[in-house]
């Protein structure tokens, strides 16, 4: 937490993805900061009144947050600030009024009850994007995926990678769906591809190879089938040498290959391709469009560029 704080000080923005890697860390202090709290709270001395602070000063803090959103905040924060409020006036009282003989049952219930409200909205906006299937660049959580309260209103700036692997900063919409809602390259694949790819799949491993692990998403999302992202997150890692590939191919780990006339996958500095690529395009048969591309679709496949689908299978 203290290099990634260091970092972004100095760098002065902020990027969701490395921040999403704060979360381990968060919460390996939260459940410390609980515990070592309670256990204070039982004891005589100043420190016990932090766990009924820390709850309220946790609630505040969220309600902040959400307050950006009225259409969370009508219901998230009701139900935190009453269930908090509650909780920490209980813990308060016990410590001032000890002939209430409070049980200790009845206490942890209580923290258990306030830990529950405060963990609610990071479970829900947690859950949002795993059950509407949502495909994006970063990982965030939320309805919308946007600002920093996760909701419509939010105007926060969002950092996404191109396909050099920098990042561009992208000003987040105004209510509706964010920049780039469709996810990275493969946010919209054609049907057509997938039904051809699942019929000619047989046992290879891979159901296909494609230039990022932003082009294969969406695919993976799709037949919960792996696909082979041979350059890296943004294509632009020369992962793999001809020979390798050679071999992939050759025990049967991969068959099909979609290419973009973009630059192809592990393109090196200065847009050059790789030998992995140009052995795929001297290597492999392309497969004509009319086998695998819907006639509504373009030539892309959903990845943007025109792309071709190439066949190695007898190229092994």
Request: glycine share 12%; with cysteine.
């Amino acid at each position: 937490m203290l290099t990634i704080a260091i970092f972004f000080s100095a760098a002065s923005f902020f990027h969701q993805y490395y921040l999403s890697t704060l979360a381990p860390a968060i919460c390996a202090l939260f459940g410390i900061g609980i515990v070592v709290m309670w256990q204070d709270y039982r004891r005589a001395g100043w420190h016990g009144w932090l766990l009924p602070l820390a709850l309220i000063l946790t609630a505040l803090e969220q309600i902040y947050i959400i307050a950006t959103d009225p259409s969370w905040g009508s219901w998230l924060i009701p139900v935190i600030a009453i269930v908090c409020a509650l909780a920490a006036a209980i813990l308060f009282l016990a410590r001032l009024l000890p002939r209430l003989a409070f049980t200790t049952r009845l206490l942890l219930s209580v923290v258990g009850l306030a830990l529950a409200a405060l963990l609610l909205t990071s479970a829900v906006w947690s859950a949002i994007p795993a059950v509407n299937n949502i495909v994006a660049d970063l990982p965030t959580a939320g309805a919308s995926q946007q600002g920093f309260g996760g909701g419509g209103a939010g105007t926060g700036r969002r950092f996404a990678f191109d396909r050099q692997g920098t990042t561009s900063g992208q000003q987040a919409p105004t209510g509706g769906a964010p920049a780039n809602a469709g996810g990275a390259p493969g946010g919209n694949v054609d049907s057509a591809l997938l039904k051809y790819l699942e019929a000619n799949q047989g046992s290879t491993k891979y159901l296909l190879a494609v230039p990022s692990s932003q082009s294969a998403d969406s695919i993976i999302l799709s037949t919960n089938k792996a696909v082979m992202a041979l350059g890296g997150f943004s294509g632009s890692d020369p992962i793999l040498t001809s020979s390798q590939l050679k071999a992939l191919v050759a025990n049967n780990t991969v068959r099909y290959f979609l290419l973009n006339s973009a630059g192809g996958f592990g393109e090196g500095p200065g847009g050059q391709s790789s030998s992995a690529t140009s052995w795929v395009t001297q290597s492999c048969t392309v497969v004509s469009s009319s086998q695998w591309q819907s006639s509504s679709a373009t030539s892309t496949g959903g990845f943007g560029g025109s792309s071709h689908l190439y066949d190695c299978k007898a190229a092994s």
